[in-house]
T-cell receptor, first 112, second 112 residues
């Protein structure tokens, strides 16, 4: 089955810096890669996703890149702000339409 | 603003008691998921339904957990009997497929 590894587990940056979170997956049939942001006491919120026919997708300060050959994808946050502080999860899903497999999460702390 | 709702938000119970958690998916979503989140294991899929039919419940301890969708607007997760190791946050999510999933606020369960 699919396995998703996420790194780093914690990340501390200064406000205005960029943050990068990386994930690798094991199933080459996976074709959908979402990223979720979870704030304290809340459920995960979908912030961006990418499908296997696209190499990069951007939404304002957030971008996701996908390398299908290497089976890894990354979340890039530019000009970080304190409100970006949260736990971020990556996930992967296969063409068979099976449920998402989540990484273990990255706790991002942005200090001002 | 359509949202997934979950009740109760917090539940404290004694070992051996029955616990029922409820979820109202977003209207029109035909796929419903139950996840459990712990610090140690992260986000684990327990079960999911499409058009009210269970598709996968392999992540659920069958001897004590059960999940149902009595109708399209209600999903339930029941634990009987509950054990301290069941203490976790339980999330319901809904979507139009197994791809984009929208999470509820969660039910924090504490079993003493």
């Amino acid at each position: 089955g699919e396995n998703v590894e996420q790194h780093p587990s914690t990340l501390s940056v200064q406000e205005g810096d960029s943050a990068v979170i990386k994930c690798t997956y094991s199933d080459s049939a996976s074709n959908y890669f979402p990223w979720y942001k979870q704030e304290l006491g809340k459920g995960p919120q979908l912030i961006i996703d990418i499908r296997s026919n696209v190499g990069e997708k951007k939404d304002q300060r957030i971008a996701v890149t996908l390398n299908k050959t290497a089976k890894h994808f990354s979340l890039h946050i530019t000009e970080t702000q304190p409100e970006d502080s949260a736990v971020y999860f990556c996930a992967a899903s296969t063409q068979a339409g099976t449920a998402l497999i989540f990484g273990k999460g990255t706790t991002l702390s942005v200090s001002s | 603003d359509a949202r997934v709702t979950q009740t109760p938000r917090d539940k404290v119970t004694e070992m051996g008691q029955e616990v029922t958690m409820r979820c109202q998916p977003i209207l029109g979503h035909n796929t419903v998921f139950w996840y459990r989140q712990t610090m140690k294991q992260g986000l684990e899929l327990l079960a999911y339904f499409r058009n009210r039919a269970p598709l996968d419940d392999s992540g659920m301890p069958k001897d004590r957990f059960s999940a149902e969708m009595p109708d399209a607007t209600l999903a339930t997760l029941k634990i009987q009997p509950s054990e301290p190791r069941d203490s976790a946050v339980y999330f319901c999510a809904s979507g139009l497929s197994t791809y984009e999933q929208y999470f509820g606020p969660g039910t924090r369960l504490t079993v003493t």
